[in-house]
T-cell receptor, first 112, second 116 residues
Framework: DQQVKQNSPSLSVQEGRISILNCDYTNSMFDYFLWYKKYPAEGPTFLISISSIKDKNEDGRFTVFLNKSAKHLSLHIVPSQPGDSAVYFCAAKSNAGNMLTFGGGTRLMVKP | ETGVTQSPTHLIKTRGQQVTLRCSSQSGHNTVSWYQQALGQGPQFIFQYYREEENGRGNFPPRFSGLQFPNYSSELNVNALELDDSALYLC???????????????FGEGSWLTVV
C-alpha cells in the first residue's frame, strides 16, 4: 500500500518555464512534507518542506503548495533551469513516527 | 556536501553472503536512519538509531540489523543476502530522535549493493 504517490514518472519542461511536480498521499496522520532532489550517484538533497498547518511555503524559485482536503501537494519551480534536471522525491512524516515515507520520484528534464 | 559519509560506495556480493555497510553521521547529529532504494523506486525506511538504540523499524526482515556506536556512526548488516537486496542503501543523519524538521535530515551518497 503506497501511502505517498508521485503519479508522473517523468516531466519535460522548457528552460524558463514553470515546472509543476505533484504528489498525493493517503495517510491523514502525515503532518510534515518534504521535497528532495537527487542527481545520479548522489544522495537526496533537501529542497523545501511544509508543515500541515500551512498551505504554502516559498524559497526562492521553489514553492510548495499543500491541499490537505485533497491530500495533495505540489512543487513549483519558476523559472526552470537546466541544472534543475534531476529526480524529485516527495516525502512525508507523521508525529507518531520517526521515519520518512517517500514517493516513487519524478524525473524532471529541463531543456535549454 | 552533507558531512554524511558512507562506505563502501559500490560492492558485489553473492546470494547467501553477509554484508556490512558503514555510515558516519554529520558532526553533532545523534540519529542515523537507513533507507533502501531499489531501482526506479523511492527510498524505503529500514530502521533508525538514536543514541545507540533502535528507535523505529520499517517492514524489513530480521536479517537486516544495525548498530550505532558512541560516536554516532552506524552500521547496517544484512545476512543471507537475496537477489532482491540489490539496491542503493542510504544513510541519513539528523539531530533528535524524530525527523522533526526536513532541513536537519542529511543523506549520504549511498552504497550500491549488487547481489549475484
Amino acid at each position: 500500500d503506497q501511502q505517498v504517490k508521485q503519479n508522473s514518472p517523468s516531466l519535460s519542461v522548457q528552460e524558463g518555464r514553470i515546472s509543476i511536480l505533484n504528489c498525493d498521499y493517503t495517510n491523514s496522520m502525515f503532518d510534515y512534507f518534504l521535497w528532495y532532489k537527487k542527481y545520479p550517484a548522489e544522495g537526496p538533497t533537501f529542497l523545501i518542506s511544509i508543515s500541515s498547518i500551512k498551505d504554502k511555503n516559498e524559497d526562492g524559485r521553489f514553492t510548495v503548495f499543500l491541499n490537505k482536503s485533497a491530500k495533495h501537494l505540489s512543487l513549483h519551480i519558476v523559472p526552470s533551469q537546466p541544472g534543475d534536471s534531476a529526480v524529485y522525491f516527495c516525502a512525508a512524516k507523521s508525529n507518531a513516527g520517526n521515519m520518512l515515507t517517500f514517493g516513487g520520484g519524478t524525473r524532471l528534464m529541463v531543456k535549454p | 556536501e552533507t558531512g554524511v559519509t558512507q562506505s563502501p560506495t559500490h560492492l558485489i556480493k553473492t546470494r547467501g553472503q553477509q554484508v556490512t555497510l558503514r555510515c558516519s553521521s554529520q558532526s553533532g547529529h545523534n540519529t542515523v536512519s537507513w533507507y533502501q532504494q531499489a531501482l526506479g523506486q523511492g527510498p524505503q525506511f529500514i530502521f533508525q538509531y538514536y543514541r545507540e538504540e533502535e528507535n523505529g523499524r520499517g517492514n524489513f526482515p530480521p536479517r537486516f540489523s544495525g548498530l550505532q556506536f558512541p560516536n554516532y556512526s552506524s552500521e547496517l548488516n544484512v545476512n543471507a543476502l537475496e537477489l532482491d537486496d540489490s539496491a542503493l542503501y542510504l544513510c541519513a543523519s539528523s539531530l533528535g530522535g524524530r525527523a522533526s524538521s526536513g532541513n536537519t535530515i542529511y543523506f549520504g551518497e549511498g552504497s550500491w549493493l549488487t547481489v549475484v
